[in-house]
Structure formats: structure tokens, C-alpha cells
């Protein structure tokens, strides 16, 4: 009896030096599930809005499909939580543990922001995936900014050169932007006021009773395939290209830090993994994709499309060069950023007129 104890010690004494518990030689079938973790996730977008289906509330379910259930994220709509244009501070706060978003939105906290959305005649859609994630590695830059807020970026979608300005009255020439009211986001807003404009930034939701009352004359927001699905047929006869105000854009899906340091590494890679596979490829993909039938859509229903002179395009070209160098010169990290960029691009399109250089016959 006395030897049957001794060895029953010894086995346990054995079991301790290793590390090993003896209840965890046979968890049970609760201890042996993943723990779930739970995000809400504010966005700028209406519900039935391409960046919100295609874009948040896609990464959200892609997130969810590659982690197993793990890591569970619920996207709202504008306004469910907070309002379209408060999800960063939401997010800052850690009253949301992550958001889907615009950063030209928050330039109003500093100039910088504008950078890694769109600022005019500026980054090309192509371009962002190189400068971010290739040689120039602009998410360091990205994150750099965002780290001050307690925020860590990540794409959130990546846009072509948005349409152009629809309006209730034609615009043909610079002079035709004098004493308009227009919704703008970003350094386009910079340049139209000083083309005599007043400018006003409103949520994407509010944008079409803007226009039916009367309040502003005319709107720039997306794509063919999304300003289409937002009805600007119905409520301008005109719009203006080409797309100098917006050449393209890149959403933004932001983590609060803290939230993000407490997850573990394998969901962190699946976050960033999906965030780029939905961001990038697919939402892109997407929207292009539908970008040719819904263009027909506006120029069958009536749309009158206007094309602005060479002549307009290198004013605006010349004001923006000049916008852009004046706010580099007073602070340094925007002048980080843009010499970043214009570096880069400088250097990859001497490969690209090359290799574009008559591919396809006019």
C-alpha cells in the first residue's frame, strides 16, 4: 500500500517538474475551444452603400471566415454608432475598436492625412500598392502618422479616379466655378476656392438632399458604379471630368492600438491578410468592374458628360503644385510624405510610359 502511494507521488512530483498539470492531460470540450473575440467596427458609409457592403462589412466577413469564428466583427452604418465623420475619434478613444473610413476626412486635424487618400493630380490607383508595400514602403509613413492618434492603418479599399463634379449648371471653364457651392473633400476644396467656389465637406448620406434642396450646386463622391448607385443622375444634369480632384483613393480600415497590442499574432496576420485580399484585390475588382455599364447608364439617361480644356487642367495642375509645396514648407512630415511619393512616382513612371508606350492602338 505504502509503495502503491509512493509511486502515485512520484508520478504527480514528475508531472510538476515538467510543466505538466494533470487536468491538462484531458481538457474538456469547453477548454479545447478557441476563445472568441469580439469588434465593433463604426463606418463613414450608408448601409447600402458599395464601400460599406463591398468594403467594410466584406473584410469584417472575411476576417470572421479565415479565423475560424475567432475574431468576430460587426460593421455599423453611419450613424448606428457615431456619425460618418467621427469614426477616427471613436476609434482614438477606444469607444470602437476599429473603423472603415476615408483619411482625407480628418485633414482638418493636420494636413497630412490628405496624403494617404488623394490629393490632387497626385497618386494614380496603381501606384498605391507600390509605394505602400513596395521599395518605398509608405506604410511606415502611414502608420508613423496614425501611431500619435493610437491608431494603427490598414487598407480599407483602393478607388480608380472618381468620376467627376455633378452640378445643376454647366461648368466648361475655370470661370464657371466662380460662386458655386460644392461638396469636396480634401485639397480640391483648396483649389476651387481659390477658383472663386465655396466649399463644404458633408457625409456621402447627405449628399443628394443637399443637392435637392438647393443648399449646394453641385458634388464630387466616387466612381461611375457608386455615384450611379447614389441616384446624382436624378439630381444634376451635368458633370465635369476629368477626375483632377480625386485620381484616385485609398479607405482606410483603423484598429485602436490597444485593442490591437492585446490580439494574438496569428489574428493579427489574419487582419492584415484580409484587409489587403479585400481592400485591394476584391473591392477593387468590384467597382471597377461595373464602372463600363453603369457609365452607360448616366450617358443613356441623359447625363451630360463635359470634358474640361487642356488650358483649365494645367491651372489647376499649376495651383495644386503650388498648395502642396506651401504646406510642405511649414511642416515637416507632410514634406516627408509628399517627396516620398513624388519620388516614387517620378521614378516608376519612367518604366511606365515605357511600358504602356503604345500597347493598345489608339
Not at 466649399?199 to 466616387?222: K, N, W
Amino acid at each position: 500500500m505504502k509503495r502503491k502511494t509512493f509511486s502515485i507521488i512520484l508520478a504527480l512530483l514528475l508531472l510538476a517538474g515538467t510543466g505538466v498539470s494533470a487536468c491538462s492531460l484531458a481538457p474538456t470540450d469547453e477548454e479545447s475551444l478557441p476563445t472568441q473575440i469580439n469588434w465593433r467596427m463604426a463606418t463613414s458609409w450608408p448601409a447600402d452603400m458599395a464601400f460599406y457592403t463591398e468594403g467594410a462589412k466584406a473584410i469584417c466577413d472575411r476576417v470572421a471566415e479565415m479565423s475560424g469564428g475567432r475574431l468576430m466583427i460587426e460593421p455599423y452604418p453611419a450613424d448606428s454608432i457615431v456619425g460618418a465623420l467621427e469614426v477616427f475619434d471613436a476609434v482614438s478613444k477606444g469607444e470602437v475598436e476599429c473603423a472603415h473610413s476615408a483619411p482625407v476626412y480628418w485633414r482638418s486635424k493636420e494636413p497630412g492625412f490628405e496624403l494617404f487618400s488623394s490629393i490632387p493630380n497626385q497618386m494614380v490607383q496603381q501606384e498605391w500598392v507600390i509605394w505602400l508595400y513596395g521599395p518605398p514602403q509608405g506604410i511606415d509613413l502611414w502608420q508613423e502618422l496614425y501611431a500619435k492618434y493610437g491608431i494603427i492603418p490598414f487598407p480599407g479599399g483602393l478607388v480608380g479616379p472618381e468620376f467627376g463634379f455633378f452640378t445643376n449648371k454647366p461648368v466648361r471653364s475655370l470661370n464657371d466655378f466662380k460662386g458655386l457651392n460644392l461638396r469636396v473633400a480634401g485639397m480640391a476644396a483648396d483649389v476651387l476656392e481659390e477658383l472663386g467656389a465655396s466649399t463644404i465637406l458633408i457625409p456621402a448620406a447627405e449628399i443628394r438632399s443637399a443637392m435637392e434642396r438647393g443648399d449646394i450646386d453641385g458634388a464630387e463622391f466616387s466612381i461611375p458604379a457608386v455615384d450611379w448607385a447614389m441616384g446624382f443622375h436624378e439630381i444634376a444634369p451635368y458633370v465635369t471630368l476629368p477626375s483632377w480632384h480625386q485620381p484616385s483613393l485609398m479607405l482606410e480600415t483603423i484598429v485602436n492600438s490597444d485593442v490591437w497590442d492585446r490580439l494574438p499574432d496569428d489574428l493579427k496576420a489574419i487582419f492584415e491578410a484580409a484587409c489587403k485580399e479585400v481592400g485591394i484585390v476584391d473591392h477593387m475588382a468590384h467597382l471597377e468592374g461595373a464602372n463600363a455599364e453603369c457609365l452607360r447608364k448616366f450617358e443613356q439617361y441623359g447625363t451630360e458628360i463635359i470634358v474640361l480644356a487642356p488650358g483649365v487642367m494645367e491651372k489647376i495642375t499649376e495651383i495644386t503644385n503650388r498648395l502642396a509645396d506651401e504646406q510642405a514648407a511649414k511642416d515637416p512630415f507632410y514634406a516627408k510624405v509628399l517627396k516620398s511619393q513624388r519620388d516614387f512616382r517620378e521614378n516608376y513612371r519612367t518604366w511606365e510610359k515605357w511600358g504602356e508606350y503604345k500597347l493598345y492602338p489608339d
